[in-house]
């Protein structure tokens, strides 16, 4: 249990660290020290380095909790919203406004895409339930599958009205293009965690399944459509204005559900904190491995992520 | 007291409750016992709320299970069904402590704190109140179970086949910790039992069901006699008297 | 009886494979005879490649909603791509004859899928997990193909990102004579192991007691696997579910799971689904969609419902 207080520590360094190191790279040379002096730089920092910091730090943070949710909603630890259908279905979601109202506002196009999403989610756990509890490993699977089919057609129509280019847009998870004014949609966000962590008690005991909840009192069915909500719209966000990132949702609860457990209340800040730590540091990764070209934090997760869940996959066997 | 009215439970085109009516006063420790599928289990969840109510009615202390917010029937009753399966990495004391839920909404005052101590105490889980649920075994986690729904502090507590998973040892602990809870705390303990023998020594009243009915119902005494037990379990045993208490020879 | 359907599939076939060649034939006819039997030689032996290779490592895994593809064996294809562009350099890549770039290529994915699989498969893993170890290191390796194509060249990321689905018209002459005789080869072999094939499908215990080297024979089939599947991908690129779904279709015409009539029933249910789908879109339909992405979609709704069935069993 000494692990503890140090892993904390590490995130809360990490998160600053981080935070700090990502608002010093960038193409143009930006030294700290001219900020304050010199109006260009303050410009360039408030304008490109701090919002894209911003949103890096938001959309980690919020994924990481959709994930955390997913996994309650769907009593499942290998599942999360962005390869299981909800990602896809909001990109068909914005597909489909996109070619039906081409004028349509960022706000409109989230909204759609989260419509699509709760939908598209709905069923997946519909049909997750009915698979049998005995095979863990089949409801990730089915979800890949199943976000993989959604994932086909929407390319299919994009293929078919010529619109293959904004789909790259969506399903790849980049932070080139957030600047000032175009990213300000991911504050909400931050009030999806804030909402987590006001129904944490709620969430952790919903994650002890049905019959408990109900046993004390909980209102269960209310619960799961309000985590429904929270995964569509954190999703459909992410989908949105940064693209599909994935990966971050299914790793970080992991992780600190095997420091800190599943309480909720003490954990879920750990599980943002530690969601935003780890986007960063892919960003700044894919930031400066061929500087000064970026490489995509969705190519990147795709490498860190997908490592980092078979090492959670087989340390679990291992022990088991 | 709990009060069930002509309760009927269809599923999936099986007849699980056929016109089940009972009584069931407070205080005490009551046991169901049955061959499978018989209802048992059925029974306890719509007296929990668990099944949706199909025909007849019942109530718990005057509220109807059917129409009275879940909420509020938390106060009253705690159920803990068969293999909950709980797959959260929670310490036993956060666990018991989610029995407070009902009460305080998720803000827990020194009185909580107080009652989650004395459940713990209670049920002996003391040593592991700080571990984690995965790292124990099946007979300590179910005792957690039992301590969580104990610490709900409800005046009635509802457990399906609680000795499952446990050893002779873990099982006659916590028979008897479900008899103290009765008679120190005056709890009214219904209990699901597989064992027939644990049900003639601790349980103030035994209610037969076969076939989703309710064949008998009365105290040990009373039920636990040759001629009632080879009508609920389909064949003859023989039953012998030691020390005041039945005990079924029903493996023989 | 299942000897006379698969001599209606053999007729189908070969009726599909005129027809193929003949229908609409316009302009210069010996000009397009010989494009034609071009992308007929190719259909073929991809539909082939795919097929039997589904049917030996359904076998192997004792699965039957698995492809190699599923289990990401063409993602190690297109790191092998990627892991020798990174070697050789991109001027060296292009330079170098195709055959070779295919052999080396085959050669290191074969290389990798004994290392990764053999262990897992060994192990006799839960089926689940296996599945969905196999998923992710494709994943792994799919993202690892990128970011090479991307560390090399950060404009121009083409290389691999064309392929996320089969193109059934693409040609290349260059590769389907090695195809060929990659196929051929595989396919006699497997055919002549048709008999331990059964005994293998019976599972690890009972092969074993019958005298099955267990270790040496999974070790054998899975490079046999890893070459069709290197073929296949190199010829149109990657096709997840389309082995699961003639597999599933020669399952149900010659009902039984016997090799000596699966691997030919599925090779022709291939042959034919290709050449008829083919046909019927680009006649039919005038080209409004692709084969690969409808195969794509329709296999993946069909594996969504194997999957539901067979567990609910």
């Known amino acids: ?320 | ?252 | 009886m299942p000897d006379k359907r698969l001599l209606i599939l053999a007729v189908l076939a070969v009726v599909a494979a005129i027809a193929f060649m003949t229908v609409g034939l316009r302009g210069n006819i010996a000009f397009a005879l010989e494009l034609r039997a071009v992308r007929l030689v190719t259909l073929i032996q991809v539909g082939v490649a795919i097929a039997i290779s589904t049917v030996v490592f359904q076998t192997v895994t004792a699965n039957r909603v698995l492809t190699p593809q599923i289990m990401g064996l063409d993602a190690l294809y297109l790191f092998g791509q990627m892991a020798l562009v990174l070697t050789l350099g991109s001027v060296g890549y292009v330079a170098l004859d195709p055959r070779l770039k295919f052999a080396g290529e085959a050669g290191l994915m074969m290389a990798m899928a004994l290392v990764l699989f053999l262990p897992m498969l060994r192990r006799r893993f839960d089926v689940g997990l296996l599945l969905l170890t196999g998923v992710v290191l494709g994943v792994l390796f799919r993202s690892l193909a990128m970011l090479i194509a991307r560390l090399i060249d950060p404009n121009e990321f083409a290389v691999v990102q064309g392929s996320s689905f089969a193109d059934f018209n693409t040609v290349r002459p260059d590769l389907v004579v090695i195809g060929l005789v990659v196929t051929t080869v595989a396919a006699v072999i497997i055919w002549r192991l048709r008999h331990l094939l059964d005994i293998v499908a019976l599972g690890a215990d009972s092969a074993t007691g019958l005298g099955v080297d267990w270790t040496k024979a999974l070790a054998g089939l899975l490079l046999l696997v890893a070459a069709l599947v290197a073929v296949s991908t190199a010829l149109v690129g990657p096709v997840t579910f389309f082995g699961l779904l003639v597999v599933a279709l020669a399952e149900r015409i010659v009902d039984s799971r016997r090799h000596r009539l699966l691997l030919p029933a599925a090779m022709l249910t291939a042959v034919i689904v290709l050449l008829g789908g083919q046909m019927a879109l680009q006649h039919l339909l005038d080209g409004a969609a692709t084969l690969g992405v409808v195969i794509e979609f329709v296999g993946g709704l069909v594996f969504l419902a194997m999957l539901i069935t067979t567990s609910k069993r």
């Not at chain 1, 360094?13 to 193409?27: D, E, M, N, T, Y």
């Not at chain 1, 380095?49 to 943070?61: F, I, S």
């Not at chain 1, 409109?108 to 895409?113: C, D, I, N, S, V």
């Not at chain 1, 952790?204 to 799961?224: F, W």
């Open chain 1, 1 to 320: 249990m000494a692990v503890l207080p140090n892993a904390r520590l590490l995130v809360g360094a990490g998160l600053f660290g981080l935070f700090a190191i990502s608002l010093c790279i960038g193409v143009d040379d930006l030294p700290m020290g001219s900020v304050f002096t010199d109006a260009g730089a303050l410009q360039l920092l408030l304008v490109s380095r701090l919002p894209r910091t911003v949103a890096v730090v938001l959309t980690g943070a919020g994924l990481a909790i959709a994930g955390l949710v997913l996994q309650i909603l769907v009593r499942n630890r290998f599942v999360e919203p962005i390869t299981t259908g909800t990602g896809q279905s909001a990109a068909l979601g914005v597909l489909a406004v996109t070619l039906l109202f081409p004028t349509a506002s960022i706000a409109m196009k989230t909204l759609g895409a989260s419509l699509t999403a709760l939908a598209g989610t709905s069923v997946f756990l519909t049909i997750a339930h009915r698979l049998p509890p005995t095979q863990p490993f089949l409801i990730p699977l089915f979800g890949l599958v199943y976000g993989g089919v959604i994932g086909a057609a929407v390319t299919f129509i994009a293929w078919q009205a010529d619109l293959l280019q904004y789909v790259d847009i969506w399903t790849n998870g980049e932070f080139s293009g957030v600047l000032r004014g175009r990213y300000e949609l991911l504050w909400i966000l931050a009030a999806m965690v804030a909402l987590a962590w006001w129904v944490a008690d709620r969430l952790t005991i919903a994650s002890m399944g049905r019959e408990v909840s109900l046993g004390l009192g909980l209102n269960y069915q209310r619960i799961v459509q309000l985590g429904l909500v929270m995964v569509a719209v954190i999703s459909s966000l992410a989908v949105v204005v940064v693209g599909m990132i994935p990966f971050v949702g299914l790793v970080v609860p992991n992780l600190v559900s095997r420091l800190m457990g599943d309480n909720l209340k003490s954990a879920l800040p750990w599980v943002a904190m530690t969601g935003a730590v780890l986007l960063l540091a892919c960003d700044i990764i894919g930031r400066l491995i061929r500087y000064p070209y970026e490489i995509p934090v969705g190519t990147v997760l795709g490498v860190v992520g997908s490592g980092l869940f078979l090492w959670i996959l087989f340390g679990r066997t291992q022990r088991a």
């Open chain 2, 1 to 252: 007291m709990i009060e069930i009215n002509n309760v009927s439970l269809r599923l999936g085109g099986t007849q699980i409750l056929e016109d089940v009516s009972l009584t069931m006063p407070k205080g005490g420790v009551t046991a169901l016992v049955g061959p499978n599928g018989a209802g048992k289990s059925s029974l306890l969840s719509l007296i929990a709320r668990l099944q949706p109510l199909q025909t007849g009615s019942i109530s718990v202390d005057g509220l109807p299970v059917d129409t009275t917010p879940s909420r509020r029937l938390a106060k009253t009753l705690a159920i803990l069904r068969q293999d909950p399966a709980v797959a959260s990495r929670l310490k036993v004391r956060e666990l018991v402590g989610f029995g407070r839920f009902p009460h305080q909404r998720g803000r827990i005052d020194a009185n909580d704190l107080l009652l989650i101590e004395a459940a713990l105490q209670q049920f002996g889980l003391m040593d592991l109140a700080d571990r984690f649920l995965d790292n124990l075994s099946g007979g300590q986690r179910q005792r957690a179970m039992v301590a969580m729904a104990f610490c709900q502090g409800t005046d009635y507590m509802l457990l399906d086949e609680p000795l499952n998973n446990l050893d002779m040892l873990f099982a006659r602990q916590l028979m008897r910790d479900l008899r103290a809870a009765a008679d120190n705390d005056r709890r009214t303990v219904i209990v699901v039992l597989h064992d027939i023998n644990h049900a003639a020594v601790y349980a103030d009243r035994i209610v037969a069901m076969k076939s989703g009915r309710v064949v008998a119902d009365g105290p040990p005494a009373e039920v636990l006699r040759p001629d009632v037990l080879a009508q609920v379990f389909g064949y003859d045993m023989d039953v012998i008297d030691v020390g005041g208490a039945p005990l079924v020879l029903h493996h023989r």
